[in-house]
């Protein structure tokens, strides 16, 4: 069996074991592929992970950097109380119409609420409306600007929260210090950024599977 189909293998049967999608997440794999959004959604197994660690966190106020077609969202919000909140930011105006339309399929409509614009204008205007923290933060977004996300996500956010960077391996090629590749110039920038940030204890983990080779930076905030 080659790598990749042992990969893909491993994520299928801890998916259907553990991560089952229903109707309402397959429904939105299948409208953002019909509109034609680029494969780039989290796995099952992925998603299932962000949720229980918004769970763990007993978030109650949930901020995602990158909505897509919202497959990601879905599980998120699932993890919040019936009184929570998850806000979104989409760059492109018709992603953000898919996600809408998969976010009220699967009844989460009322819970979130979808924004759509470049994330480094929306998120100044969250902090000017002066709502209470987010207890979980999730980044997967353009990596170049990985840095100024995390900036804001500190701002946002207060002791104890969460926050998790998707993406961050790039096929191994994190570790070359002269690439010069935008993604992995922001994604190391970024790492930089959490090593040297005197409120924030993290680390990264490597995973693979039916998204190939790749991996996620959890942090926390400290104070």
């Known amino acids: 069996m080659a790598e990749q189909e042992r990969w893909n293998a491993v994520d299928d049967y801890f998916t259907s074991a553990l991560a089952p999608a229903d109707e309402a997440l397959e429904a939105a794999l299948r409208e953002s592929d019909a509109a034609g959004l680029p494969q780039i959604a989290v796995a099952p197994n992925q998603g299932k992970l962000l949720q229980l660690l918004a769970r763990m966190q007993g978030a109650r106020r949930i901020l995602e950097i990158g909505t897509l077609g919202g497959y990601s969202t879905i599980w998120l919000a699932r993890a919040l109380p019936a009184d929570g909140r998850l806000i979104t930011l989409e760059h492109q105006a018709a992603h953000a119409e898919v996600a809408r339309r998969n976010l009220a399929r699967a009844g989460l409509d009322g819970v ?90 993290a680390t990264a983990v490597q995973t693979v599977g039916t998204k190939g080779y790749d991996g996620f930076l959890l942090a926390r905030v400290t104070d």
């Open 112 to 201: 979130v609420e979808v924004r759509v614009g470049p994330a480094l204008d929306a998120l100044p205007g969250l902090a000017a409306e002066g709502g209470a923290p987010f207890d979980f933060v999730f980044i997967d977004a353009d990596k170049v600007n990985n840095p100024h996300y995390l900036d804001w996500a500190v701002r946002l956010t207060g002791p104890g929260s969460v926050i998790v960077c998707d993406n961050v391996v790039r096929d191994g090629a994190v570790t070359d210090a002269d690439s010069t590749d935008p993604a992995v110039v922001g994604t190391r920038a970024l790492v930089d950024r959490v090593a040297a940030h005197p409120r924030l204890s």
